[in-house]
């Protein structure tokens, strides 16, 4: 599952934090999952891989989820502690700390928790629309291309910044 999640570009830049501090039976069982829908769509219509491409546009990645959570509770112990008590300021600060702690390492607890629920990272979710491009014939086009212009297309990618 891993050569879909680290082409030699993604691993000449930089690892996944995330998955690295994720619990392996945790990885395993989000990467079982998309294989399952990988060969879900293996035989569908182009309309069918359309629509779950758009799915996959729309799906909320990790930073996502964790940022608006984060925000909505920092938020809502703002204002419970202008109308009720100072204590309800606690509240932002655990989220404030967990968000730095995150942010610094990519390890959290709030981070765990929701990579348990399936949450997935930006890299794992554009894997699986990379897949779904592939069986959608978008890169069949690319077999006419030549050694020579492959190897320079693979060097851009290698030294993009």
Known sequence: MDVLLQTPADSARSPDRVRLSTTP????RIDQAMLKRIWHFAHKSRGELDARIAELDREWDLERVLESNAAGLALSGVLLSA?????????PATVLGFL????????????????????????????????????????????????????AIEAYRLNRP
Do not use: C
């Open 25 to 28: 039976s945790v990885n395993q």
């Open 100 to 151: 730095l702690q995150h942010s610094l390492t990519r390890q959290s607890a709030p981070v765990q928790v929701l990579r348990r629920l399936g949450i997935r990272t930006r890299r794992e979710i554009e894997a699986e629309k990379y897949a779904m491009r592939m069986l959608r014939g978008d890169f069949d086009k690319l077999q006419t291309v030549s050694e020579e212009n492959h190897r």
């Open 83 to 91: 109308v009720s008590s100072r204590k309800w300021l606690l509240l």
